[in-house]
């Protein structure tokens, strides 16, 4: 794969249970979530082998054009946020959803960083909603970082490719109260 240092890369994430039952809520099944941003009206095949078999997809924002979220759909449920490219709240589409997968609070917002920095208003959403887990994109970089006892994660842009950055899905699995973070990155051109 082109410019690739890992196709994989994940980390266990062992933490306290969540404010709706952690573990018990799935019953000690995993539960895997598909990761996706910055798509930017390309719909890359990979996203296909990658997400076979998730049970829900989180879109970050950035979509670029509505076919990508009915192609997403066609995988599992999806639960998408708008963001700067799609003209936010314009779209039709909410600019920030929190949502319970899981037993696990997770909010989706597009811009929680910028400039490398977490932002004001991504600090006060975070201080607000208090989620486990917070999904976000718009740096086009794969991130997983904690802020207080939230993990927060970018899976990285799976759009066009741009400055010298991989491209890249990611996936959640949730188990026994576990998060396991995946980041999976794709080929610079898109199948």
Sequence with gaps: MT???????????????????G???????A?????????????????LRHFTGVDHILHAGDIGD?????QLEAIAPVTAVSGNVDGYGKS???????????GKRIAIRHILYEGGKLTKEGRVFLDRE????????????????W??????????????????LQRGLGVLTIKNGAITPTHIGLDDRPE
């Design 92 to 102: 039709g589409v909410k600019a920030e959803k929190l949502i319970d997968l899981a």
């Design 23 to 29: 573990a018990k809520a799935n019953n000690g099944q």
């Design 66 to 70: 509505r076919s990508i979220l009915k």
């Design 31 to 47: 539960i895997r979530i598909g990761v996706i941003a910055d798509t930017h009206g390309l719909f890359d095949r990979a996203i």
């Design 147 to 164: 802020f207080g006892s939230t993990l927060l994660f970018n899976p990285g842009s799976a759009g066009p490719k741009r400055f010298k």
């Design 3 to 21: 410019g690739m240092l890992s196709k994989h890369r994940s980390s266990q994430v062992s933490r306290r249970p969540s404010r709706k039952g």
């Design 130 to 145: 208090q989620p486990d887990v917070c999904i976000f994109g718009h740096t086009h970089q794969s991130k997983i970082e």
